[in-house]
């Protein structure tokens, strides 16, 4: 959460001092957070629920439910429908103490929230989210709390280049607001408001209950629509407040594919820029990765087209050359990759070298120094200090000592095709090339195997094994049976025809 938390306090105004942001955590800590996100989302097109697409590396109901808990709201509460359980885990996974309530038929937004209501229980105010708008920030949040003062009611407007869809935001010349028509009930001049409704509300929750138990279908859509607590506070002499929002990436809704993308693109760019003003080289920053849990330390440089996946670190001086994928795996210090590598949960110490074009497998781990080539494939490996596979190798469940050499084309056979069993290589062995390992087995310390060979059992301590065929020369052969011979032969045979 703490990565979260950095790159979003980044798109957050850069004046936004820590105190005032603890001060305004201490505000909210009255107030619930409800998370609009039972809806299927039509227009995704998809059988996945619409809140769990992804942006960076999160799915999108992940970013209201960090954003409330990086308020220090007193509870969240996220109303699912659709792919519920799915939803639910995606929530929970961002925050353990995350609520949860049940809105069986999606009647509209303001069921949605009466749905969350008794989870709201003893809250003094309710901030209403929706799960498909990852941009917010803290920054418009504590500007929405600003513009709040007694209540009962602020909400953030906006203005999209495309109003389609858009609840429009009718004010007054002081700013009160009057009411929100969708686009769908406006009249001709209501369509020509260009302030829309973003779908975020600060609301006083006893003001909400009592609005929420008015509300009626009787429009265009037959819904329930939350928008009409607008023109209630307003009717009742306390009108709601707008905060508006410029940068429509923060509140830009995401409805479709595209606008996943555009999301999708937004963050990368904020995230990029987060990690290189803590100090990484990003060559070609647009074409890089790096996902919200990711930590970098300085003088990292990082390569185009390399995506950083996971709970990934990566130590000072360390080079990940061009389109490495590194998903939840620890590179120490100044470690080098190099191009087209693909390591997933495998452990690199300082100065370990790799690829190109290597597969690190979860539980592959290079200590120190150790080095791994081009076309070498690792899964549950332990490869020692300083030592090398450097080409065309598959080391499965082996555990390697120190200043071992595994010569080109080494394979461990650790699978019978019902079991896996170990390899154990200890410290100075050199393994010759194209040698087959056929575990369990262990080659002893300072131990040498001849190239081509099939080891099958143990090998001690500084002995050599062997176990090809043993090579005889025939002397004077080609000149008998070789091809040029066969050749000529058969060509005399020919013109004696
Ligand atoms: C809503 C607003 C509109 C605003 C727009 C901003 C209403 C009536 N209109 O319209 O003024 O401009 O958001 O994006 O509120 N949801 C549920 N249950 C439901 C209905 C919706 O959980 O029964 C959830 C959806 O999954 C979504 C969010 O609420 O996350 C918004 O719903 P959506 O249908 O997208 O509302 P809009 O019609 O876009
Ligand atoms: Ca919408």
Redesign the pocket.
């Known amino acids: 959460m703490a990565a979260l938390s950095d790159s979003a306090a980044l798109a957050d105004t850069a004046a936004l001092a820590d105190t005032a942001a603890l001060a305004d955590a201490a505000a909210l800590a009255d107030t619930a957070a409800v998370i609009?996100?039972?809806?299927l989302?039509t227009r995704m097109k998809s059988t996945l629920p619409?809140?769990l697409h992804r942006v960076l590396d999160r799915p999108l109901v992940a970013f209201p439910v960090a954003l409330a808990s990086r308020l220090g709201v007193g509870r969240t509460v996220v109303?699912v429908?659709h792919g519920r359980e799915l939803v639910e885990a995606a929530a929970r996974a961002m925050d353990p103490n995350a609520r949860f309530a049940l809105?069986a038929e999606?009647?509209?937004?303001?069921?949605?929230v009466a749905s969350a209501m008794a989870e709201t229980e003893g809250c003094r105010r309710v901030l209403i989210l929706?799960?498909?708008?990852p941009g917010l920030t803290e920054a418009s949040v504590q500007a929405l709390t600003a513009a709040y003062g007694d209540g009962p009611l602020a909400l953030v407007t906006m203005t999209p280049p495309d109003l389609r869809?858009?609840?429009r935001t009718l004010c007054d010349a002081e700013g009160h607001v009057l009411r929100?028509v969708?686009d769908r009930d406006c009249t001709p001049t209501e369509k020509a408001v260009t302030t829309?409704?973003?779908?975020i509300y600060l609301v006083d929750r006893e003001f909400l209950a009592s609005a929420l138990a008015r509300v009626e279908s009787s429009n265009a859509q037959r819904?329930l629509?939350?928008?009409d607590i607008a023109v209630m506070a307003h009717a009742q002499g306390t009108p709601g407040r707008a905060v508006h929002v410029t940068d429509m990436g923060e509140v830009l809704?995401i409805?479709d594919r595209a606008e996943l993308a555009q999301a999708d693109a937004r963050l990368r760019r904020l995230r990029n820029l987060e990690v290189m003003r803590a100090g990484v080289t990003l060559r070609d920053p647009d074409r890089i990765v790096i996902g919200l849990d990711v930590t970098c330390a300085t003088d990292v440089t990082i390569e185009a087209d390399v995506v950083l996946r996971g709970t990934t670190r990566v130590g000072r001086g360390t080079v990940i050359g061009q389109g490495a994928v590194i998903d939840s795996s620890t590179l120490g210090e100044n470690v080098t990759v190099k191009p087209y590598c693909v390591i997933s949960e495998a452990v690199l110490d300082d100065k370990a070298e790799v690829g190109p074009f290597a597969h690190l497998r979860p539980g592959a781990v290079l200590r120190s120094r150790a080095k791994v080539g081009n076309f070498v494939e690792m899964k549950k490996t332990v490869l020692g200090a300083g030592s090398k596979a450097s080409h065309l190798t598959y080391l499965g469940d082996a555990e390697i000592g120190a200043d071992v050499n595994v010569g080109a084309g080494t394979i461990t056979c650790n699978y019978d095709g019902v079991n896996k069993f170990k390899t154990v290589i200890e410290d100075g062995a050199f393994i010759g090339s194209n040698t087959e390992i056929v575990a369990p087995v262990t080659i002893g310390a300072g131990a040498l195997v001849g190239a081509g060979s099939t080891v099958t059992k143990d090998v001690p301590a500084g002995a050599l094994a062997l176990s090809r065929e043993p090579q005889v020369n025939v002397a004077g052969w080609a000149a008998i049976k070789g091809p040029h011979a066969l050749k000529s032969r058969a060509r005399k045979a020919d013109s004696h025809s």
């Not at 609009?36 to 809806?39: E, H, K, P, V």
């Not at 929706?130 to 708008?133: F, I, L, Y």
């Open positions: 609009l996100a039972a809806g989302g619409k809140v109303v429908g809105q999606q009647r509209g937004t303001a069921d949605a929706s799960g498909d708008v869809g858009y609840g929100i969708e829309a409704n973003a779908g819904e629509y939350l928008t809704g409805n």
